[in-house]
Structure formats: C-alpha cells, structure tokens
C-alpha cells in the first residue's frame, strides 16, 4: 500500500491500543527495505518462511567486513520491537577492515544487513514502565556471521530510492527515497495515541456533568 494509506491504518490501530499501532508499524519499515534488495534476496527473506516477521532497529550498531561473496558481521544492536516474534532481523552496519573500521572525515559506509533469526541472540534488555509490550529488546549476532551479498543493500542506495529491486518492482511505491517514508512510519501511531487522547480528555467531566 502507499505511505499515505499505511499511516491511516496505523493511526486507527493506535487509537485502540498504542503498543499494537507501534508493533505493526515497525515491520512496514523493514519489509519495504526488503523489496530493495535483488531477487535472490529478496525471495530469501520473503519465502523463509512464508509471512515471517522482519524487525530491527535505525542506530549503527555492527561491524561488517567484505569477504568474498558478501560480509562478515558482528556486534549488538538495541532496541528492537518485536524482536521476539520475527523470523528475520535487519541492521545498520558500518563497513571496515576486521579490527580497523574506517576512517576519516567523511561518513562511514553503511550497510543494511537482514540476518536470519538463528544467527542472533536476544537481550533482555526491555525493563521499562510504559510501553513494555513492544518487547523492544537488543539481540547480538552469534559470533560473526556471513552475509551474502545478496541480503544487503548500500543505505546511499537505499536512501535514495533506488536498489536492485526497482528494477523488477516498477511502481512508483519502490522508487521513493526511505527517508520519505520512514517519518510516515514512525509518527503514525504516535498520531494515533494523540488522537486518542484528545477523544478521551473531556470524558471525566461529562462523567461528572450527567451525576
């Protein structure tokens, strides 16, 4: 679906129950990251198995290493809603030599990587008193793990709206730069428990008024 119309499902959500509007929403995110990637990957993610969940989380937080045919990634990565119930993980990852992250003045080279649920580790990091239920945990990736090409994708590429999945997904929805529709995503059902709360705001004194 469009950006526009996935806000509107998400508000609706989120006026009923906050945590279940934030918990469908985060995976929107990295599904369409998904369909970027080039077929084989793509196809990986999507049929592996059929429906599964893809989570993860924005902050760079693991180290890829270009090997042959792909990347060696390790590190840890924070605060990852539902991360309990997904069958794939994705993350930001800055690319160096092993031992020697790159350097310099200009940013860092990142990468998107999407890992299989059996490579990571979960956290339980999640103690908080509101929102409890996103299960926003960290998970760590077990050692360091290889990354095939063909499930990562350049964030300049990425960012930019383009990927070797525009190529074979035409429509419009598959060439719009991520930084276009991510702040749909995320303040959706943020909207959402607003509109709530200004439904509910004047209840207590109606309450009041027919006593």
């Not at 059929?50 to 989570?55: F, K």
Request: proline residues 9%.
């Amino acid at each position: 679906m469009d950006p526009l119309t996935c806000a509107r499902v998400v508000e609706e959500v989120a006026q009923a129950d906050s945590v279940a509007g934030w918990a469908l929403t985060n995976p929107m995110i990295y599904a369409w990251s998904c369909a970027r990637l080039p077929d084989a990957g793509a196809e990986t993610v999507s049929r592996r198995p059929p429906h599964g969940m893809i989570v993860g989380s924005t902050p760079t937080a693991v180290q890829a290493t270009p090997v042959a045919g792909g990347y060696r990634v390790t590190g840890r990565v924070p605060f990852v809603s539902n991360c309990q119930n997904a069958t794939w993980y994705t993350a930001n990852a800055r690319i160096g030599e092993a031992g020697h992250p790159q350097q310099g003045t200009a940013p860092p080279a990142l990468v998107r990587v999407f890992l299989p649920m059996e490579d990571c580790e979960i956290i339980d990091t999640w103690h908080v008193m509101g929102m409890s239920a996103t299960g926003s945990k960290d998970f760590e990736l077990k050692g360091e793990v290889f990354v095939p090409e063909y499930r990562a994708l350049s964030n300049k590429v990425l960012g930019g709206g383009t990927g070797p999945g525009s190529a074979f997904n035409g429509g419009a929805l598959y060439r719009l730069p991520r930084h276009a529709t991510v702040p749909f995503s995320l303040a959706a059902p943020l909207i959402g428990m607003a509109e709530r709360a200004l439904q509910v705001r004047h209840q207590p004194l109606a309450l009041l008024g027919r006593r």
